[in-house]
C-alpha cells in the first residue's frame, strides 16, 4: 500500500513539468514572447522559509515547485516556590525547571496554477497539486527537588504526510519585475505518526530509580487552512 502510494504521489508531482514540457513542444513559433509571462522565483517571508520556482505554461497557465521549511528552538531554565499553608503547618518546596525544545518541519509540492486576471497591477491566481511533508518535534524536561531528587522527561514525535495543496492568492506589482504576493493555503493530508515519550526519576538518598516509557505509532487526515502568506516574486 505504502509503495503504490508513494509511486501515485511521484506521477503526481511530474505531472506539471510533463505538462509544461508539452506546453512548449506544441506551442506555436509565432507566438510573441511577451504573451507568455516570465518564470519567477518566490520567496516567503512570513510563516517560515518558503521558496517556488514557477513556470508560465500559457498566458493564464503556470508550473510552480515549492519547498517550505519551519524550525523552532527553545531552551531556558526557571525556579518553582510551591506551599500549602494550614493552620499550625506551613509546607513549602523549591524545584528548578530546565527545558531544551524544538521542531522543525519541511515540505514540497508542484502546484498547477491559473490566473483569473492579468492587469498590469494585479493578479489573481488559484492553484492545487499533490504535496509531501515531514515533521519533528522534540521536548526535553528536567525538575530538581532537594526533597524528591530529579524527574527527567522527554518526548519526540515523528510525522510523515502526502496529500494535496490548493491554495488562492494576489500578486500585487510594486515595479516591473518584483512583485508582492498575498496567499491562503489549505492542505489536505493523510499522515503517519511515531512517538516515544519516556520518564525517569530517582531520589537523593538512598537511590531510587523509577523509569516509564510510552511508544505511539498510527496515522490520521490533516486539514488547514493556513494563515495568510506574504511574500515576494521576482521575475527572471
Known sequence: MIFRT????????????WIHAQTEARKPTTESAIDIPPKTLRFGIIRGLTGAYQVPTSTSNACRYEFN?????????????????????????TRGHNYNRQDYSVSFSSQWIHSFSRRPSAIVYVGFGPSISYSYFDNGSKYTNAKNGVSQQKNNRKQYGLGIKGLIGLDKALTPSISLFLEHQLTFEYRWLSEENSSRAYGPDPIE????????????????????????????
Open 6 to 17: 508513494c509511486r501515485i504521489l511521484s506521477v503526481g508531482l511530474l505531472l506539471p513539468l
Open 69 to 93: 521549511l519551519s524550525a523552532n528552538y527553545r531552551s531556558g531554565n526557571n525556579t518553582e516556590n510551591r506551599g500549602i499553608q494550614n493552620p499550625g503547618d506551613t509546607t513549602e518546596t
Open 209 to 236: 530509580e523509577h523509569r516509564y516509557f510510552n511508544d505511539i505509532t498510527g496515522n490520521f487526515i490533516y486539514a488547514s487552512l493556513s494563515s495568510l502568506h506574504i511574500g515576494i516574486s521576482v521575475q527572471l
